[in-house]
């Protein structure tokens, strides 16, 4: 069965950092992608980043581009959000998610596996 856990979030200050992680276990498929997506109180999930993790590409929402990066170690089967400069408005659940084959950012409904979620608090 494939899992995904998430791990890394917390409450800091604005304009403070955070890393999230998301280790995935029993996705065996030979193309692959996966995601970061958000969702705060009363607000629709929304995508953050992505990675096609053959090729490495991602994929940032407008609203966290050039504050934000998306990485990976495919030896640990491991995605890493890093999240810098953090607002307020960054306060959210955010939830890892995996899915079979290349995904140019990719919608909720796209993506097959999701995990747990980690709850990112950015007080002012």
């Known amino acids: 069965r494939v899992h995904l856990v998430e791990s890394g979030g917390g409450s800091v200050q604005s304009g403070e950092s955070l890393r999230l992680s998301c280790a995935a276990s029993g996705f065996t498929y030979s193309s692959k992608s996966m995601a970061w997506f958000r969702q705060a109180p009363w607000k629709e999930r929304e995508g953050v980043a992505s990675?096609?993790?053959?090729?490495?590409?991602?994929y940032y929402d407008d609203s966290v581009k050039g504050r934000f990066t998306l990485s990976q170690d495919n030896a640990k089967n491991t995605v890493y959000l890093k999240m810098n400069s953090l607002k307020p408005e960054d306060t959210a659940m955010y939830y890892c998610?995996?899915?079979?084959?290349?995904?140019?950012?990719?919608?909720?409904?796209?993506?097959?596996?999701w995990g747990q979620g980690t709850q990112v608090t950015v007080s002012s």
């Open positions: 998610a995996a899915a079979g084959g290349p995904l140019l950012g990719g919608t909720v409904s796209e993506y097959t596996y």
């Open positions: 990675i096609y993790s053959n090729s490495g590409h991602t």
